[in-house]
T-cell receptor, first 115, second 108 residues
C-alpha cells in the first residue's frame, strides 16, 4: 500500500543544472499536484494536473515544468536550477473533479538544495 | 488576496485538550476547510475536513462558525505522539491554500 511515492528523497544541484523529480501514485486518483514547502510559508502550489492529459499553473510556477506521463505519474522538471528553488517538494494526489472532499494524499517529499 | 492565518506555535501537556484556530476571512462559498498533520521528514497527512458547523472523527473535531471566517481544530487528550505541525487549508477546486502551520509541542 504505497500511496504516493517520490524520488529522489534528497538531491543537491549546482546552479544552472537541471533535474526531474518523479512522482507516482497507486490509488487510481485522477488529480495530482506539486507543492513546495519553505520555512514560515506553508505549502505553495507549483503545478497541478486535474486529469490525465491536462496540466495547469499554480501559485508559483516560474522556473518549473511538469509532465503528466500517465494516470499514475506526474513529474516536475527544473530546467536551470537556482538557489531560490532550494526547498522541500511534495507531490500529492486526490480523487479529482476539483472536489477537495477526502483531502489530498501526500508523498514523503524531496529535499532539494541548489548551491 | 486569499489568506489563511494560524498561530505559529502552541504548547500543551499530555491529557489536555488542544484547540488550534485558523482565520480565513475571505473564504469562498464553495471552499472546504481541511486540516493536515505533518511529522518531520514526512508529507502532510489528512486529519479532518468540514464545510460548516461541527465535524467529528476518531482523532479530532472541527468547529466552523456560521460565517465560516475561522475554524478550530480540537484534539482531545493529546499525547506525546501528537507533537507535530498542523496545517489549516481552504479550497474548493484544485488550488488549496495552506496556512503557514502551527507547531504543537506536547510535554509530559
Amino acid at each position: 500500500n504505497a500511496g504516493v511515492t517520490q524520488t529522489p528523497k534528497f538531491q543537491v544541484l549546482k546552479t544552472g543544472q537541471s533535474m526531474t523529480l518523479q512522482c507516482a501514485q497507486d490509488m487510481n486518483h485522477n488529480s495530482m499536484y506539486w507543492y513546495r514547502q519553505d520555512p514560515g510559508m506553508g505549502l505553495r502550489l507549483i503545478y497541478y494536473s486535474a486529469s490525465e492529459g491536462t496540466t495547469d499553473k499554480g501559485e508559483v510556477p516560474n522556473g518549473y515544468n511538469v509532465s503528466r506521463l500517465n494516470k499514475r505519474e506526474f513529474s516536475l522538471r527544473l530546467e536551470s536550477a537556482a538557489p531560490s528553488q532550494t526547498s522541500v517538494y511534495f507531490c500529492a494526489s486526490s480523487e479529482g473533479g476539483g472536489d477537495p472532499r477526502g483531502g489530498y494524499t501526500f508523498g514523503s517529499g524531496t529535499r532539494l538544495t541548489v548551491v | 488576496l486569499a489568506k489563511t492565518t494560524q498561530p505559529i506555535s502552541m504548547d500543551s501537556y499530555e491529557g489536555q485538550e488542544v484547540n488550534i484556530t485558523c482565520s480565513h476571512n475571505n473564504i469562498a462559498t464553495n471552499d472546504y476547510i481541511t486540516w493536515y498533520q505533518q511529522f518531520p521528514s514526512q508529507g502532510p497527512r489528512f486529519i479532518i475536513q468540514g464545510y460548516k458547523t461541527k465535524v467529528t472523527n476518531e482523532v479530532a473535531s472541527l468547529f466552523i462558525p456560521a460565517d465560516r471566517k475561522s475554524s478550530t481544530l480540537s484534539l482531545p487528550r493529546v499525547s506525546l505522539s501528537d507533537t507535530a505541525v498542523y496545517y489549516c487549508s481552504r479550497g474548493s477546486s484544485y488550488k488549496l491554500i495552506f496556512g503557514s502551520g502551527t507547531r504543537l509541542l506536547v510535554r509530559p
